[in-house]
């Protein structure tokens, strides 16, 4: 059972190019979301997914796009990457028909942006 | 504005017991979740509270007021596994998850 997959594990990356973060799921749940984690803060919500089709901003959405065309895949998009957006990159799901509400979390991208 | 608060750093010797507090201000409230997150790897679901009270599950206990915007998580019989960060978060009103910066523990032999 994978869970969920995110890709790349890491990356360095040059201010101002574009980039993709792959994250794919295998659990059928209804919801995905993006969160980055820098040192010293909590988790920060970027953006997020209820259901296929639909998408919503978070807390920092700015210089970030996602799509959600299909229940497995999540992608994040940094159109152009600024030094700001170094950080470590979490995708996540939960199902909501589950009491919790848990996440279940990939194992995270960590982006350097120069 | 929304806060949640729990120590930085906390240090504890193997078999002993440690508890790691959390205060919250939020906009409304639909539950308190704790989860672990050992470095370089992904957070993991520990437990979730939503009424007052005790939760137990095995070493680890999570204890919340709702009342008093207050939560613990209670860790016994520590084992050097246990080092990790620990992250409390609040489901606010709007059902979005508001995230402390964790706390660090250390257990030493």
């Known amino acids: 059972i994978a869970g969920i997959t995110q890709a790349p594990t890491s990356q360095i990356l040059a201010a101002g190019r574009r980039m993709t973060l792959r994250c794919t799921q295998d659990m059928r749940h209804n919801a995905m979301y993006w969160y980055r984690q820098d040192l010293g803060l909590g988790l920060r919500l970027i953006h997020y997914s209820n259901t296929a089709g639909t998408t919503g901003k978070g807390e920092v959405p700015d210089g970030y796009s996602v799509s959600r065309a299909n229940t497995d895949d999540f992608p994040l998009t940094l159109a152009s990457a600024v030094p700001s957006q170094t950080s470590v990159y979490f995708c996540?799901?939960?199902?909501?028909?589950?009491?919790?509400?848990?996440?279940?979390f990939g194992e995270g991208s960590r982006l350097t942006v120069l | 504005g929304q806060n949640i608060d729990q120590p930085t750093e906390m240090t504890a010797t193997e078999g002993a017991i440690v508890q790691i507090n959390c205060t919250y201000q939020t906009s409304g409230f639909n539950g308190l979740f704790w989860y672990q997150q050992h470095a370089g790897e992904a957070p993991t679901f520990l437990s979730y509270n939503v009424l007052d009270g005790l939760e137990e599950k095995g070493r680890f206990s999570s204890f919340l007021s709702r009342s008093k915007g207050y939560s613990y998580l209670l860790l016994k019989e520590l084992q050097m596994k246990d080092s990790a960060s620990y992250l409390c978060a609040v489901m606010d009103s709007n059902y979005q998850l508001i995230w402390g910066a964790g706390t660090k523990l250390i257990i030493k032999p």
């Open positions: 996540a799901s939960s199902d909501h028909d589950r009491e919790s509400g848990e996440l279940f």
